[in-house]
């Protein structure tokens, strides 16, 4: 079975200060990768995906993640955070075959909050 | 705005009774997901149907039924409602099977509450 782990509940950081929300997961075969980021009282939005190729991953809002294969992580990245980055991160992974163990399985989310 | 819209945004109902929730995907998407979102499970995969046709069923109760129609909207179906089922319910949609990788877009969901 397919499983991801995001080890923080919270993420504390400083507006300007370097942020990175961790990741790990379990998947038979290569896996597809993706963050989402969810607002309050908002669906959750698309930010980035690994399929293959360069395991630097740049996303939206300045975002980028490192897919690491002997780790098997993929932990979200940001250089300096702004106060509108506070929300809930979710990872999540699928196995790049169809049926229903392999659909996309979400970890359990990391609230991020940016202090001014 | 993700173009996945959900209806309606809030239903207060009370336990045995029978609900409906509505989701209307993405211009030209294909597929439809269902997902519950609740404190103690967190992100729930429910049921994904694909131009009409079931494709993938998840941890979805017997209690729960949904369809995708001919204009592709779907309708989840929520019966004989537990307090249990008190949980943030999102439509999701994407433009092909989801097997190759693209990414979802979410709706803003459907808060349930159960009393």
């Known amino acids: 079975a397919q499983s991801v782990a995001q080890p923080e509940d919270q993420v504390n950081v400083a507006e300007g200060n370097p942020l990175t929300v961790k990741c790990t997961y379990s998947v038979s075969g290569n896996p597809y990768l993706f963050w989402y980021v969810q607002y309050p009282n908002r669906g959750l939005q698309f930010l980035l995906k690994?399929?293959?190729?360069?395991?630097l991953v740049k996303g939206s809002y300045g975002f980028e993640a490192e897919f690491n294969k002997s780790q098997t992580s993929f932990h979200l990245k940001k250089p300096s955070a702004l106060v509108s980055d506070s929300a809930l991160y979710f990872c999540?992974?699928?196995?790049?075959?169809?049926?229903?163990?392999?659909?996309?399985?979400f970890g359990s989310g990391t609230q991020l909050t940016v202090l001014p | 705005d993700s173009g996945v819209t959900q209806t309606p945004k809030h239903l207060i109902t009370a336990t045995g009774q029978r609900v409906t929730l509505r989701c209307s995907p993405r211009?030209?998407?294909?597929?439809v997901y269902w997902y519950q979102q609740s404190l103690d499970q967190g992100l729930q995969f429910l049921i994904q149907?694909?131009?009409?046709?079931?494709?993938a069923k998840g941890n979805i109760l017997e209690r729960f039924s949904a369809q995708q129609f001919p204009d592709l909207h779907s309708e989840l179906n929520l019966s004989s409602l537990e307090l249990g089922d008190s949980a943030l319910y999102f439509c999701?949609?994407?433009?092909?099977?989801?097997?190759?990788?693209?990414?979802?877009?979410f709706g803003s969901g459907t808060q349930l509450s159960v009393l």
């Open positions: 690994y399929i293959t190729g360069d395991n």
């Open positions: 999701a949609s994407s433009a092909r099977t989801g097997e190759s990788g693209e990414k979802l877009f």
């Open positions: 149907y694909y131009n009409g046709e079931e494709r």
């Open positions: 999540a992974v699928r196995a790049p075959i169809s049926g229903s163990a392999r659909q996309l399985t």
């Open positions: 211009s030209g998407d294909l597929s």
